[in-house]
């Protein structure tokens, strides 16, 4: 089975200042994604960034980036230029790559808040 | 927004009873899976549905069960209610290979 941690339940951050979130995750799968998803406090998961495996480059999506260390299970995420509207609870999952019952696994998450 | 969609937004139930949560998938999407997200806690994976049938169940109870349509919107189905099932219940639809989940924005069951 699948674990995810992550170790910082909370941080805080001023406005256009760049933050890293940090996530371990436990696995013996080879073939894998991980996943940032970002959950405000309108409750809607959204994803943030995505990055297989397989890759060794790693993803970024506008002002979100990833640091994903493979041999280590590390895989954080950094904001840069942060702003108000990134605000919320960030959840790091993971999911084993198979066609068919691709379920996600989550941590228990980081709350960000952007002080202004 | 996701394309995603679950109704009803809120409802509160007691002890006992039981409940249908509904959820229409994003365009295009044939798969879905049913989380339940405990207050503090990250969503835990109900089970998934892929072309009707059960396709992959987390470590829940038989009184929770699914059921998905042919125009791939599902339902959730929980029996004799218990005051633990109180949590927000997300739905995510995807497709085989697309290997990202799109979610929608929560069903809140409180149980009293």
């Known amino acids: 089975a699948q674990t995810v941690t992550q170790s910082q339940p909370e941080m805080s951050v001023q406005e256009a200042e760049t933050v890293t979130l940090s996530c371990t995750y436990d696995t013996s799968e080879n073939n894998y994604y991980l996943f940032w998803y970002k959950q405000p406090p309108s409750r809607q998961m959204i994803l943030v960034i995505r990055q297989e495996a397989y890759k060794q480059q790693n993803a970024t999506e506008n002002r979100f980036s990833v640091n994903f260390q493979k041999a280590a299970k590390s895989f954080s995420l950094k904001i840069s230029d942060s702003q108000l509207g990134d605000t919320a609870m960030y959840f790091c999952?993971?999911?084993?790559?198979?066609?068919?019952?691709?379920?996600?696994?989550f941590g228990t998450g980081t709350r960000l808040t952007i002080i202004p | 927004e996701t394309g995603v969609t679950q109704s009803p937004t809120h409802l509160i139930k007691t002890r006992g009873q039981q409940v249908t949560l509904r959820c229409s998938s994003q365009s295009g999407h044939n798969t879905v899976s049913w989380y339940q997200q405990a207050l503090g806690q990250g969503p835990q994976f109900i089970f998934q549905y892929y072309r009707e049938e059960e396709n992959g169940r987390g470590n829940f109870p038989p009184r929770f069960s699914g059921l998905q349509f042919p125009n791939y919107s599902s339902e959730l189905n929980v029996n004799a209610l218990e005051l633990d099932d109180s949590a927000l219940y997300l739905c995510a639809s995807s497709f085989p290979r697309l290997n990202t989940q799109y979610f929608g924005p929560g069903t809140r069951l409180t149980v009293l």
């Open positions: 999952a993971f999911m084993k790559l198979a066609f068919g019952n691709e379920k996600l696994t």
